[in-house]
T-cell receptor, first 115, second 116 residues
Framework: AQKITQTQPGMFVQEKEAVTLDCTYD???????LFWYKQPSSGEMIFLIY??????QNATEGRYSLNFQKARKSANLVISASQLGDSAMYFC????????????FGSGTRLQVQP | EPEVTQTPSHQVTQMGQEVILRCVPI?????FYWYRQILGQKVEFLVS????????KSEIFDDQFSVERPDGSNFTLKIRSTKLEDSAMYFC??????????????FGPGTRLTVL
């Protein structure tokens, strides 16, 4: 079964608008971490934001915020005020603390920011 | 800002040859990982390494693969006899043991391996 599901293979957004990238996850662990990484066309994986399963507040890092809904098992990434440089692949990932401790990635969403 | 580095950035090899991919993790990190990403696909976990031994490995990480920390700074992935399906981007990642943000794995820029 898919541990991490990203249902949007591609998204378009206008520059300066906000965009939400969806991520749902499946785990029986009570303790886990959720991550978002950005992969530009150059190929590197850039860490964006982290949310722990016990964190009561949604994580924020600059223009990135994570909309964490534990009961729905979703961890959507919100990018505010999109910039052209935000065009990239975005991967949601999860680390379980009693199951597999390495990251399990989703299939990614390609975001294109249009001027 | 400290970062994970990987060499080479691109490696081309003939099927059946051995390759060694090199990584220098962030200096105070103690957990090390290898992942791979076949072109157009998701990132897949290969192996994790802590305290000079493998702590976890995936079903992909078979006897053709090995990892080593030959000195205090390098972390290597060896593929003994490469196959066409080993062509992928290979990422090294590292994580701190304790302190703020310890759960985050920081990735290197990757090595693109092409097996002909």
């Amino acid at each position: 079964a898919q541990k991490i599901t990203q249902t949007q293979p591609g998204m378009f957004v206008q520059e300066k608008e906000a965009v939400t990238l969806d991520c749902t996850y499946d785990t029986s662990d009570q303790s886990y971490g959720l991550f978002w990484y950005k992969q530009p066309s150059s190929g590197e994986m850039i860490f964006l934001i982290y949310q722990g399963s016990y964190d009561e507040q949604n994580a924020t890092e600059g223009r990135y915020s994570l909309n964490f809904q534990k009961a729905r098992k979703s961890a959507n990434l919100v990018i505010s005020a999109s910039q052209l440089g935000d065009s990239a692949m975005y991967f949601c990932a999860m680390r379980e603390y009693t199951g597999r401790r390495a990251l399990t990635f989703g299939s990614g969403t390609r975001l294109q920011v249009q001027p | 800002e400290p970062e994970v580095t990987q060499t080479p950035s691109h490696q081309v090899t003939q099927m059946g040859q051995e390759v060694i991919l090199r990584c220098v993790p962030i200096s105070n990190h103690l957990y090390f990982y290898w992942y791979r990403q076949i072109l157009g696909q998701k990132v897949e976990f290969l192996v994790s390494f802590y305290n000079n031994e493998i702590s976890e490995k995936s079903e992909i990480f078979d006897d053709q693969f090995s990892v080593e920390r030959p000195d205090g700074s390098n972390f290597t992935l060896k593929i003994r006899s490469t196959k066409l399906e080993d062509s992928a981007m290979y990422f090294c990642a590292s994580r701190a043991l304790a302190g703020a943000g310890t759960d985050t794995q920081y990735f290197g820029p990757g090595t693109r391996l092409t097996v002909l």
